[in-house]
């Protein structure tokens, strides 16, 4: 019973947070959006004492229920686990615990926060790592699911669905998150959750905590027939069942071992203090079995990566008279350009998991990850395919790590993200010879205004002139600029937000 309700709220929450990333419409983060919010380490960021002292308490009681309930790279690998067992049942041994690695793993991950790498600590954490296959991986495909119906419906003249654009919004965290997928996955195809009890900073953590947990599966070693069920459908291999011993660290709570134990010898309780003092084990012996599984498993994903191509198909774009247009580049702004909300690009980049959560929720397409190594992964706002728009705060009500705070509408209106510069050799009155003044035109907040280009001659050429004190950087000057490949107005991002 236990492990079928573990089962049902795994699934839930699995599902929950796997549609903040698919929905394009935004319109699901209004009753799902706390899912995201009560992850472990945005949380953490978010300083939010309550839901991280409640996780703690959990762990304290329950174990590791985190791992096996709420976490969705989590309940990603057990869903890949059951698939490989429908391959092979009863496949799983133990192995001693990888104590140098997953230390190692957790201090490089609390050196990368208190200096600030964050692409490092976004590539270790958990969330994260699933948030960013969900929105460069599931996203398409969901997204080539619902452009399909579009189609039909068209056809039915039904506008039950609408079509969307699906496109390419960073190669580099694409490629990480490919083979984040196919690493985490074909770890959990073979072995279950090795990832969560080698590499991932959360595990780590609240493993030391479910040392120490009221209730934990015990073995009656009186009702113990050594047959190795229990250890053979452990999929955290953390169940010796020749010394009748439970690694609780690694333990996850999954409860599959009750469920095989056919003469009822594991069961979830509070040990007594005879079980509780069982011997310490040897875990300096690594058979030789267990170093051809790691070579293997090395060499499986090396092969499944080099054999891995992306195809990208480009789309051509014409104008009315079948001119090509050439896309927009994007600019070298000396200093990126961040989300309203989130008061200075330090502050951002500190607080940030890169869970791409505000990249899959703009509806503007504004957001992409950033290919910067030093905040590689990480959003930053460009205009090539769309502009910040006044009215919109989506990005703010999702984050769940407080990188972006919680703003209203008439805040946004009023903070200073950047300022337009006008770049004359691109202009295109002063390069083509004709009227223009779509910056001046578009402008939300009448920050451009088209005056002549010799003062003394009113026959001149018109280009705008910027009033950066009304200007918020909300792009839309640059995007609608006719000019190619690069605008002739561009915004430079502020090192700190201010109200205007």
Request: some cysteine; aromatic content about 8%.
């Amino acid at each position: 019973m236990l492990r079928k309700i573990r089962l049902t709220l795994a699934v839930l929450c699995f599902a929950t947070v796997t549609l903040l990333f698919l929905d394009f419409t935004g319109t699901l983060h209004t009753w799902l959006g706390w899912t995201a919010k009560i992850q472990f380490l945005p949380a953490l960021l978010a300083l939010n004492v309550g839901i991280v002292g409640f996780f703690v308490l959990v762990t304290l009681v329950f174990g590791r229920v985190y791992c096996s309930v709420i976490c969705p790279l989590g309940v990603m690998q057990d869903i890949i686990a059951w698939m490989g067992k429908k391959q092979k049942k009863n496949r799983y041994c133990y192995s001693p615990a990888k104590s140098w690695l997953r230390y190692g793993a957790l201090a490089v991950f609390v050196v990368a926060m208190i200096a600030g790498i964050g692409s490092l600590v976004a590539l270790l954490a958990p969330y994260s790592s699933y948030g960013r296959i969900a929105s460069n991986l599931f996203t398409p495909l969901y997204v080539w699911g619902n452009n399909l119906l579009a189609y039909f419906a068209e056809r039915a003249d039904s506008y039950a669905f609408y079509e969307t654009e699906v496109w390419l919004k960073s190669l580099p965290t694409f490629l990480i998150a490919l083979l984040s997928f196919i690493i985490i996955g074909v770890l959990a195809w073979r072995n279950g959750r090795t990832y969560c009890n080698t590499v991932c900073p959360v595990g780590t953590v609240l493993g030391l905590l479910a040392r120490f947990s009221w209730l934990k599966p015990v073995i009656d070693t009186d009702k113990c027939v050594n047959c190795k069920l229990c250890t053979r459908n452990c999929k955290a291999a953390c169940i010796d069942i020749a010394k009748h011993r439970i690694d609780y660290s690694r333990c996850v709570t999954c409860l599959d071992c009750i469920s095989k134990c056919h003469k009822g010898a594991i069961s979830y309780k509070h040990p007594t203090k005879k079980e509780a003092t069982q011997p310490i084990i040897n875990t300096s012996k690594i058979s030789t079995d267990q170093i051809n599984d790691t070579r293997r498993s090395f060499l499986t994903v090396a092969t499944t990566i080099a054999t891995t191509g992306i195809l990208k198909a480009q789309e051509k774009k014409v104008d009315g008279g079948l001119a090509v247009i050439e896309d927009k580049k994007i600019p070298n702004r000396s200093t990126p350009i961040v989300p309203p909300g989130a008061l200075s690009t330090r502050s951002f980049f500190q607080h940030c998991t890169a869970c791409q959560l505000c990249v899959s929720t703009c509806p503007n397409g504004v957001l992409r990850p950033s290919t910067d190594l030093t905040k590689l992964m990480q959003p930053e706002m460009s205009y090539e395919r769309g502009y910040c728009r006044p009215e919109c705060t989506k990005c703010s009500e999702v984050c769940p790590a407080g990188a972006i705070h919680l703003i209203s509408v008439a805040e946004k209106s009023a903070t200073q993200i950047g300022h337009a510069v006008w770049v004359k050799e691109n202009c295109v009155p002063l390069t083509d010879g004709v009227e223009c003044g779509n910056c001046a035109r578009h402008c939300p907040t009448g920050a451009i205004q088209m005056i002549h280009s010799i003062a003394a001659n009113p026959e001149s050429a018109k280009i705008p002139a910027i009033n950066v004190e009304r200007c918020i950087g909300c792009g839309a000057c640059e995007n609608l600029c006719p000019a190619r490949p690069f605008s002739a107005i561009y915004v430079e991002g502020n090192e700190i937000h201010r109200m205007i």
